[in-house]
């Protein structure tokens, strides 16, 4: 469920990102979002003044998260790949959900695939500078990838204080040379 925001515009992209996400991406209509969100369907059009305009709203809002992930994931003193595996502090934001709910717009929507696109691209490069090299980033984002689908999705056999925290012993150890 999405965290509670104080407006109504926040309050309707949230109930968009929810329908997105349950719908798989398909067929949400503006009548649902303005149920969803606890406002008229003039409220939402009042905010967000066309379907196409309520999508720019939620790839604004990922832009926005984005960001800001980068920027932590760049200053983190543990370094990106450490920080991009720590897949306990990323499952259940708003940051999965609103990823979640861009990947289901990537289907349709050019802009959210070019982000998508570029957030794997940012996540590589920073990965890569901190590991210097590329096969071991790469490599990382997909072991790490497969660990949060694993999570995600059936959550089991894996936990993630258990395998992370053997993965990044084992990745550490391949990046200082031990």
Known sequence: MA????SARESILD???????????A?????????RAGVTKGGLLYHFGSRKVLDTG???RFEQLANEDYARMEAAPEGAATYYAK???????????VCIATGMLAKRDARAADLVRQMRTIHFNLMNA???DPMLARATMLIVDGMYYDLATIGEPFTPELDV????????????GR
Do not use: C, P, W
Not at 15 to 25: K, P, Q, R, T, Y
Not at 165 to 176: P, Q
């Open 3 to 6: 965290q509670h925001r104080t």
């Open 15 to 25: 109930a968009f990102v929810d329908l997105l996400i349950e719908s798989n991406g």
């Open 27 to 35: 067929g949400v209509t503006l009548d649902e979002v303005a149920k």
């Open 58 to 60: 939620l790839l604004d």
């Open 87 to 97: 897949l306990a502090d990323y499952i259940g934001t708003d940051l999965e959900r």
């Open 130 to 132: 901190d590991l210097g």
């Open 165 to 176: 925290a053997a993965f990044l012993s084992r990745m550490l150890a391949t990046k200082s």
